[in-house]
Each structure stands twice: as structure tokens, then as C-alpha cells.
């Protein structure tokens, strides 16, 4: 049978195997359909990536590393890759259909009742010990990665940060920094080697309160507010919890990777062991509604209000990165914000090169680094003089992030500055993701 084109030259037929049906959803780098396999009749997922924009990004790597993890990674509560097929412009991953959606939508709704987070966590483990027992390392666990199927099971997903045994140092440790930051170990916060197996404890004692709790242990709005949180190990378990469950939980959350729980200790812990109840549907387990709220935040434990966890994972950057969103700073209702972020496929010079600019022209004295500038206002303004600090991360060597926050000044005059000058002046320089239709 031949294959007939879709839009953008992916085939309606894919290989002669695959009936490729409606669109799932998308990023800047690949489209994911529900497709059908001709010879089986059984439906799959088939991720769509676009060879061209991968490699403009230098993301070849982290793409062959998630295909070959996932080959290796066979087990009940993991996402199966079934094919990987490609043509010269696209790679056509075929995996493992998972319909009930991410296992963090269902907490979103409220935190669910202990027998029911246990289960979800016995199932977590015994993918991780999989994981780590054939040498691989997950490195961003986070419940928006932890998928549910028809029958309310836990599948992991997204190995797109993953490492492998042989991607340890000689001092037999990893060092790449990478991960989403509320779920990330202190350890990989200080960037001088860590344990993959014990960081991904970590994100699994983080994942578990936030399934028992309904919020995060180390939420704050400031990040080195919340980095500096994770690195004492400074949280306190609702009064609601078990004490077993605390006891887990605070072994799991040992800022010290050489004193934290080990995944055979735990998987020993009482809290571990006990009965789970037989297989909820997604609209079952809940215990109250923790994050039911108007402005789209979510009550913590305090009765304070806490945000949805911000994703800095590179794929998640990269995918919602839409250059320069000052959309925040117009929206009446909520406190204006104080942090800006954007990527660049340009080199950080380049960066540091406009910032002089706008310093320049805005009547600034500038201090830079390598990787970091202040721009610091000659002239007072209503709340003193306006300060504003940059930041540059390299996601890979030709992709860039940069943070841009107000560090001292009135918060109204830096808004006015980021929207009349800086956006102006850092155009050249703005990565913008544009999808193209399948």
C-alpha cells in the first residue's frame, strides 16, 4: 500500500505499518499522534522529530541517549518503546500508548489518601531499582513525567535527560547539572559530582510528599530562596502524614547523599510494605481539592499560596520558550513579576555585547562576568536606584537560557524598562520557537 503525504511530509501510512491518526500534542522539536499498527491493530503513540531543528539546538545527543535508554528499559511501569523508524528530515519513535494522562494532573485535583500514593510509589521504585540496576540514572523524576494507563498504573516516561553507567567521571560520579528545580538533589545543585542513584531518591522523596501533601516541600517564588532550602534539607511534613511516612520521607529528603536511604532500605521501610488497595480510576484517591484555586495557584498546607512547579528541564525550556514573554507584567490581577526568562542560540557574548548596550543608552553602570551582568541605574527613581542582574545557563554549548531579574528599584520602572528598552534591545539575540504544521 503506498504511502500518502500528510502535511509537512509525514505519511499517512508511516512504513507501511503505522495509520497514523490525529494530533496528541506537540513541542518545538517533535509532534506526537495517535497512530494505528496495520498488522496488529493495536493503537501506539508515534513521537515525530524533526531532525533539522534537533540538531540547530545541539540536542542529536540527548534524542539518541532517550532512544537508547528507552530500548534498554523494559518493565511494567515504564513507557515501551516498540520502533524507532526515519526518514533524511524526521525520526519516528514508536511507543507504548498511555492514555490516562500524567500522574501530576490527578494530584493538581487534591492530595490523595495514603493507600493510594503508596501504591503509585511501590510502582515508581520498582521502575527506578529496574532503572538503576541496568545502569541508568532517570535524573527528572517530577509527576508530570510519571504517566497512568487505562487501568490507573504508573508508567515512567521522558528519559530525555537520562545518563548511562559509562557517562560517570573517573571519580565515578556524574556532573552534568540538569533536572527541574524543585525536584533536583542538593547535590546536583553544587555541580562538583553526584550519585545518580541517589539524586533520583531524592526526586522520588519529593515526588511522595507531594502525592501524601498536595504541594511541594521546597516551594519558594525566589529559586535561590528555594536552592537554599534544598541544600539544608529545610521542609516540615503536614500534620496529616503517618509517622512512618514521615520517617520515609525525611530519610528520602537527607540533604547528605552518603546518610540518605538506599532503595533496598526503603523498599524494607514499613510505610513501603504495607497493602496497597486494588487499582483506582483516575477520579478516585483524592482527599481534598489542594489546588483549586481562581489565580491558578495552589494552597499549601499553611494556608499560604504556593505556584505550580516552574520546569527547567532543557526539553521543557526549549519547547515553551517563546522568546521574551513579558506577558506576566500586564496581567492586572496578579503581583507583577520580578523574573524574566528567555533562550538564545546565540553565544553569551553576544548577550553580554546588547546588555552594554542597553546600559549605554538606559544611563547604567554595568559589571559583567563571564556568565553573569548588573545593571545598576545612575539616577534614583521612586524606590532608589534601579538595579537589574542577568544570568546565563548553557542548556547545551549552542543553546543558551537567560534569567533577567530586578535586584534592587521599584518593581513599575523595571517593568517599564523590560517592555520600552530591553526587549527592544535584546531582539537579535531572542530565540522564538515556531512550529511548523506536521
Known amino acids: 500500500m503506498a504511502e500518502k503525504a500528510k502535511d509537512g511530509g509525514v505519511p499517512s501510512l508511516l512504513h507501511g505499518k503505522y495509520e497514523l491518526g490525529r494530533l496528541l500534542g506537540h513541542g518545538t522539536f517533535a509532534k506526537v499522534y495517535l497512530a494505528r499498527n496495520v498488522e496488529t491493530g493495536k493503537s501506539v503513540a508515534i513521537k515525530v522529530v524533526a531532525k533539522?531543528?534537533?540538531?540547530?539546538?545541539?540536542?542529536?545527543?540527548?534524542?539518541?541517549?532517550?532512544?537508547?535508554?528507552?530500548?534498554?528499559?523494559?518493565?511494567?511501569?515504564?513507557?515501551?518503546?516498540?520502533?524507532?523508524?526515519?526518514?533524511?528530515?524526521?525520526?519516528?519513535?514508536?511507543m507504548e500508548l498511555v492514555r490516562g494522562g500524567e500522574l501530576f494532573a490527578k494530584v493538581s485535583r487534591g492530595r490523595l489518601r495514603e493507600e493510594v500514593a503508596r501504591m503509585y510509589f511501590q510502582q515508581l521504585i520498582s521502575a527506578i531499582d529496574f532503572c538503576h540496576s541496568r545502569g541508568v540514572y532517570h535524573r527528572d523524576l517530577k509527576p508530570e513525567n510519571l504517566l497512568l494507563d487505562d487501568e490507573g498504573n504508573l508508567k515512567v516516561s521522558d528519559f530525555g535527560l537520562s545518563a548511562f553507567s559509562e557517562h560517570l567521571r573517573n571519580d565515578g560520579l556524574l556532573h552534568t547539572t540538569c533536572g527541574t528545580p524543585a525536584y533536583v538533589a542538593p547535590e546536583v545543585i553544587c555541580r562538583?559530582?553526584?550519585?545518580?542513584?541517589?539524586?533520583?531518591?531524592?526526586?522520588?522523596?519529593?515526588?511522595?510528599?507531594?502525592?501524601?501533601?498536595?504541594?511541594?516541600?521546597?516551594?519558594?517564588?525566589?529559586?535561590?530562596?528555594?536552592y537554599r532550602k534544598i541544600h539544608k534539607g529545610?521542609?516540615?511534613?503536614?500534620?496529616?502524614?503517618?509517622?512512618?511516612?514521615?520517617?520515609?520521607?525525611?530519610?528520602?529528603?537527607?540533604?547528605?547523599?552518603?546518610?540518605?536511604?538506599?532503595?533496598?532500605?526503603?523498599?524494607?521501610?514499613?510505610?513501603?510494605?504495607?497493602?496497597v488497595p486494588k487499582i483506582l480510576s483516575s477520579k478516585e484517591g483524592l482527599e481534598f481539592n489542594a489546588f483549586d484555586c481562581s489565580d491558578d495557584t495552589a494552597t499549601?498546607?499553611?494556608?499560604?499560596?504556593?505556584?505550580?512547579?516552574?520546569?527547567?528541564?532543557?526539553?521543557?525550556?526549549?519547547?515553551?520558550?517563546?522568546?521574551?514573554?513579558?506577558?506576566?507584567?500586564?496581567?492586572?490581577?496578579?503581583?507583577?513579576?520580578?523574573?524574566?526568562?528567555?533562550?538564545t542560540t546565540k553565544?553569551?557574548?553576544?548577550?553580554?555585547?546588547?546588555?552594554?548596550?542597553?546600559?549605554?543608552?538606559?544611563?547604567?553602570?554595568?559589571?559583567?562576568?563571564?556568565?553573569?551582568?548588573k545593571l545598576q541605574g545612575v539616577e534614583s527613581g521612586r524606590k532608589g536606584k534601579?538595579?537589574?542582574?542577568?544570568?546565563?545557563?548553557?542548556?547545551?554549548?549552542?543553546?543558551?537560557?537567560?534569567?533577567v531579574k530586578k535586584d534592587n528599584g521599584d518593581t513599575l520602572e523595571y517593568d517599564q524598562f523590560c517592555h520600552n528598552e530591553l526587549r527592544p534591545a535584546l531582539k537579535d539575540v531572542l530565540w522564538t520557537s515556531n512550529p511548523t504544521p506536521a
Not at 521542609?235 to 533496598?264: E, G, H, M, V, Y
Not at 546600559?359 to 551582568?373: E, H, L, R, T, W
Open 300 to 343: 499549601c498546607g499553611d494556608g499560604k499560596k504556593c505556584k505550580e512547579p516552574e520546569s527547567l528541564n532543557a526539553f521543557h525550556i526549549i519547547s515553551l520558550s517563546e522568546g521574551f514573554d513579558l506577558s506576566p507584567l500586564f496581567e492586572e490581577k496578579k503581583r507583577q513579576k520580578e523574573e524574566l526568562r528567555f533562550a
Open 234 to 275: 529545610d521542609f516540615k511534613c503536614p500534620q496529616w502524614f503517618s509517622s512512618d511516612a514521615r520517617r520515609l520521607i525525611t530519610k528520602l529528603l537527607d540533604p547528605n547523599p552518603s546518610t540518605r536511604i538506599t532503595i533496598s532500605k526503603v523498599t524494607e521501610s514499613p510505610w513501603f510494605n504495607k497493602s
Open 386 to 403: 534601579l538595579g537589574i542582574a542577568a544570568e546565563i545557563f548553557a542548556v547545551t554549548p549552542s543553546f543558551l537560557v537567560v534569567e
Open 52 to 94: 533539522e531543528k534537533v540538531i540547530r539546538v545541539g540536542m542529536t545527543e540527548q534524542v539518541k541517549r532517550e532512544i537508547a535508554v528507552m530500548k534498554m528499559v523494559k518493565h511494567p511501569h515504564i513507557v515501551e518503546l516498540q520502533e524507532v523508524m526515519a526518514s533524511k528530515s524526521k525520526i519516528y519513535i514508536a
Open 347 to 373: 553565544p553569551a557574548s553576544s548577550v553580554i555585547s546588547s546588555l552594554e548596550e542597553v546600559a549605554k543608552s538606559g544611563k547604567f553602570n554595568i559589571k559583567k562576568s563571564d556568565s553573569k551582568v
Open 192 to 226: 562538583k559530582g553526584y550519585d545518580g542513584a541517589k539524586a533520583d531518591l531524592w526526586s522520588c522523596g519529593v515526588i511522595l510528599f507531594v502525592l501524601l501533601a498536595g504541594y511541594l516541600p521546597f516551594q519558594d517564588d525566589n529559586i535561590m530562596a528555594m
